[in-house]
């Protein structure tokens, strides 16, 4: 069986409200993982709200370890970037279109530690650097937070396709 | 016909009984964790004599270890490499294997971590 693995985003204040079922994963001008992007664009010049999510496992396993988060791309066209942080600290900030100050989201890998609860806004910790094995706690990957950012010279239309992975080791 | 889970591992004992992920789904029968948990434990050694064989399935072949020529002390390894990939745009995800790392680490008599170690992929 090994491990099995779900997205969540967290929303609201603080972004304490998991999503477990995600209907929508774009970055659009909405805090919520339901408005159809296309519902509620971003105009060139400004921000998406910032997004916070997090691998979450469930399955079987003795051991988590070497977590990491990467984007395909963090320059996915003219006048866009993406940016994005591991949230190490409880009570992140609510989700809205101020740039986050978080630097150019990592293409290669950013390192992020494992969190043993089942609440979600204990995800917003500084976790463990390994996690297992597996029991009736859930175990999550920190949150990771990102943005999509514009200036005005971004184009009108949809942007290309980016992608968010999670890479671990497991035994 | 069972088609072998990739990274999926089974062990061999001396009296022919054979521990493995698939056939359990990989429920562990001695608490937490996994079957890989099972047979780090050495519990089955108990039972079952000294571990024979250790394998891992991948892309439809078993590769083995001949745990004979081991030393006592030795301890099987299986590291899977895990990908989630999720589609912003679209919203489709997939999980996946890169890869496994598997075979044995023990220590030799001056007290020494040696392995050997399969890159899988």
Redesign the interface.
Known sequence: ???????SEGNGTNAGTETTS??????KNVDDSTTAYSSSPITAGNNSFSKYQA?KYA????SLSALTYKVSTNAPGTGLSVVAAVITAATPATPTTTATGDSAASTTGTSANFVHTNTWSSVFAAGSATG????ATSWYGQAYRTQLQTTGSAAPG?????????????? | MVVPRD??VEAEYADGYVHSELEL????QFG??????DI?SGKLEKEHGRMVRFSCFWKLKRHDVDWTKLPKNARP???????????????E?W?GW?GVDFGAQWNDRLGRSKKAIRELR
């Open positions: 069986m090994a491990s099995t693995q779900t997205w995600r209907a929508e994963a774009n970055w691998i399955g079987t396993f003795n297992g094995p597996n029991d949809d942007i290309t396709s980016v992608t968010i992975t999670a890479t671990w080791t497991e035994s | 990274s999926s789904g990989d429920v562990p937490q964790g996994n079957v890989l948990t780090l390894i299986r590291f899977r490499h895990g990908v989630s990939v999720q589609d912003v745009v679209t919203g995800t999980s890169a």
